[in-house]
């Protein structure tokens, strides 16, 4: 098998690298010549206390190594594929509490909790309310004058007042939600100057602000989720603490990922035009999953190997890091029939976007396929001839496809 034309040092998880692109050339060399390769990295540069990771580049081992728990967990390192290099041990610990890096059992004593809050009719009973305000954040930002950034005035937008919908968040709360969340995950760019210390005080915050609802609920329950997670904790439900990370779970998980795969979309639209106005005439049930696998919000997690195993023909040793880079799935052409091109019928499209299957697969995907139908509806009937009015400005991050800013104009 020959050796990919990578240059000597490339990492897959450099902040710099995706704060300008997504590397899929390289994920291409990769899948073809080595698809599971060891990336070496200078000892504790992503805050483990190792030498690098192995890259899993293809659908099929990404998909393996989700689905298999028992052999790659998400415990032992957390989920997250790179910290700072002065992350300490206890702060990385400290997040196995969060339900993404939980194995199970403990996950799934959890996750059972949790997926009362996310039955079909529960999000069936927020449609219309969504709906509404799809409609009503597109025409405000439709009567700006002049460019906006579509960011901040669109895409975020419906992914907070969704979850402040689901779990009773007050609506005026929904800006504290999206600083502090990000605040929690833009500790790589240098534009939010945002500090280690600085972080954790957003995670407390909003840890504290969650676990408040919960004793509020507790005291005076009312028909919502939050009460339904919560209360009689004896009867198998959170407690407060549980609660308090499950939120700021979904900060990130709702928020994040949901308003970068919106903007990605919208940008996706813009740059080919055939397709928006072909979505435009059609609306396609399908446009929604397209979106979320061109997008790819999170462009890698991680697991480590629980012992010796063989994965892409590669020895994994006991305690190795795993990186799944759910981007180079995305693009697999063993599975994707023209997988650079955007291709909103695509049909079927069996995408890892939401995750790669097993105990950890997205638990808010029919929230955001929701939310990522309403808001382009919502787009195409307010604004039909948006245009771009700039290139956007991408996040720096070791793992999230972030965009930070999108301007774009009705004129």
């Known amino acids: 098998m020959p050796c990919p034309a990578l240059p000597d040092g490339f990492d897959l998880t450099d902040p710099d690298l995706l704060h300008h692109r997504v590397p899929l050339p390289e994920f291409a060399e990769l899948r073809q010549a080595e698809p599971v390769r060891w990336i070496p990295q200078p000892h504790g540069l992503a ?12 659908h099929a081992d990404v998909k393996y190594v989700s689905t298999h728990p028992e052999i790659f967990s998400s415990y032992l390192n957390t989920a997250i594929i790179r910290f700072t290099q002065d992350m300490e041990r206890d702060a990385i610990d400290a997040q196995r509490l969060i339900l993404l890096n939980m194995d199970p059992p403990e996950h799934t004593r959890v996750r059972q909790i949790v997926q009362r ?3 079909p009719r529960s999000i069936r009973a927020l449609e219309d309310r969504l709906r509404a305000r ?3 954040i597109t025409e405000s930002a439709r009567d700006r004058c002049g460019p906006f950034d579509f960011v901040t005035q669109v895409a975020c937008e419906l992914p907070l007042q969704a979850i402040a919908e689901l779990i009773g968040i007050p609506q005026d709360d929904r800006a504290k939600i999206f600083d502090w969340s990000n605040r929690m995950i833009s500790y790589d760019d240098p534009e939010y100057a945002i500090t280690k210390e600085t972080g954790q005080e957003s995670a407390t915050e909003l840890i504290a602000y969650a676990m408040n609802m919960a004793a509020d609920r ?7 989720i939050v009460t339904t997670l919560v209360a009689a904790e004896d009867e198998g439900n959170l407690n407060s603490d549980e609660f308090g990370f499950f939120v700021l779970m979904l900060a990130v998980a709702g928020n994040e990922t949901t308003r970068n ?3 990605h979309g919208m940008h996706a639209f813009l740059t080919h035009p055939e397709q928006w106005d072909r979505y435009k005439r059609e609306r396609p049930s399908t446009a929604a999953e397209e979106i979320v696998r061109w997008a790819t919000p999170v462009n890698s997690f991680q697991r480590t190997a629980t012992q010796d195993t063989e994965l892409g023909g590669k020895r994994i040793r006991k305690g190795d890091r795993v990186g799944l880079f759910y ?3 995305n693009h697999d052409p063993e599975v994707f029939t023209d997988p650079d091109a955007f291709d909103i019928t695509r049909d079927p499209n069996p995408h890892l976007g939401f995750g790669g299957g097993g105990p950890h697969y997205c638990l808010g995907k029919s929230l955001a396929v929701l939310e990522i139908d309403l808001i382009f509806n919502a787009v195409a009937d307010t604004m039909p001839d948006l245009r771009l009015a700039a290139e956007p400005r991408r996040l720096r991050s070791a793992w999230i496809n972030g965009v930070k800013e999108l301007r774009v104009t009705t004129a």
């Open 261 to 263: 795969a919106i903007t």
């Open 218 to 224: 507790k005291r005076c329950p009312a028909h919502d």
């Open 134 to 136: 799809a409609r009503a």
């Open 47 to 58: 805050g483990f206390a190792d030498d690098g990771y192995w890259a899993v580049t293809r």
């Open 327 to 329: 981007a180079s799935a």
């Open 117 to 119: 809050g996310f039955t």
